[in-house]
């Protein structure tokens, strides 16, 4: 796995990482790829996620926040200065949650190598001691996959809660009345490690190739892929047209909301928003598969039998018919 040294004692807009991201899969040989980078204060959206449900944005105008939306699932996490962001980028067939689930997995190796209580989740966080130190998330391109998350080397609890506004089901089905109270840093265990050390430590042990820089060209082009995660309306999401919302937190897949539009007793219009990880747009393939499908029990479990898959790892066809009806 080759290593991408940034050569900049400034940390760019969090745009131009994520432009990176892709740059690599598109542009790079076949083969893997990672880099490390911090933000200022920070605010990254899922894909999938409403943005005024999870995001404080008043605070985050008031405080000097910024706010982007990735192009892959998963939740709201703020990055600052004190947290270390990882990317991955690999060759990688169909099958994601493969893939990722090597990344986490690797991930809490290099933890684990520190003397820590490492481990990684059914889902898409890593743990330390049963408490989240990093959460991540990927999208799949055509032979690529990007891979990507947060690693918490210290926190700044008040400003990480008070920008962010998870749904109240995600906090009561962990059993916590808090953000904060869910999550772990590596200064808590490590209080003598610094900053600088921990990311010594973690390019010392994850990435094992040869180490590379971009040329003056070559940043230039991800500066204009870049361009695109600046838009306005692509950080403000689409809004759904449903006319019914039902929300519900479905263990080890996430908080996801099904939008509604049922005409004449049949479903007129889909889609699905939260904070969800898929393996190719789901809400367009069940959007698909139940436009016209008569709004019954029966009629909806028999139409989303006819999908060979619900794109969404974890999803059974049950939960999605409970969550609809």
């Given amino acids: 796995m080759n290593l991408i040294q940034l050569n900049e004692n ?21 083969g893997d790829y990672f880099f490390i980078w911090q933000v200022r204060p920070t605010v990254i959206v899922g894909r999938h996620q409403m943005l005024e449900a999870e995001v404080n944005l008043d605070f985050c105008r008031r405080e000097g926040i910024e706010v982007y939306r990735r192009k892959s ?48 989740n059914s889902r898409n966080d890593i743990l330390i001691s049963g408490r989240k130190v990093s959460g991540n998330s990927y999208y799949h391109m055509p032979g690529r996959s990007i891979v990507h998350g947060t690693m918490l080397y210290d926190c700044d609890g008040d400003m990480m809660a008070s920008a962010l506004t998870p749904a109240t089901a995600k906090l009561r089905s962990h059993g916590v009345a808090s953000v904060r109270s869910r999550i772990t840093t590596i200064r808590e265990h490590l209080p003598s490690l610094s900053l600088p050390a921990f990311k010594e430590h973690v390019l010392a042990t994850i990435p094992d190739g040869d180490i590379e820089t971009l040329t003056p060209a070559e940043i230039a082009e991800v500066e204009m892929m870049e361009r695109s995660y ?16 039902h929300t519900a937190r479905i263990d080890g897949v996430g908080t996801l909301t099904a939008h509604l ?18 393996t190719a747009p789901a809400s367009q393939v069940i959007a698909a598969a139940l436009e016209g499908c008569a709004y019954s029990r029966d009629a909806l ?10 794109c969404i790892p974890g999803l059974e066809s049950e939960d999605l018919v409970n969550l609809i009806y």
């Fill in 73 to 120: 699932g998963g939740g709201a996490v703020l990055a600052d200065m004190n947290n270390i962001m990882f990317s991955y980028v690999t060759a990688s067939p169909s099958e994601v949650p493969v893939t990722f689930s090597a990344y986490t997995s690797m991930v809490a190796r290099s933890l684990r190598a520190l003397g820590l209580d490492a481990s990684d």
């Fill in 230 to 245: 600046h838009d306005p309306a692509w950080t403000g999401g689409h809004s759904p047209a449903g006319t019914v919302a």
């Fill in 10 to 30: 400034d940390p760019r807009q969090l745009p131009f990482y994520l432009a990176l991201e892709e740059w690599l899969a598109l542009r790079r040989p076949a």
């Fill in 301 to 310: 479990s028999a139409c989303l039998a006819e999908l060979p898959s619900l």
């Fill in 261 to 278: 539009t049922v005409k004449g007793g049949v479903v007129a219009g889909f889609d699905l928003t939260g904070d969800y990880l898929e």
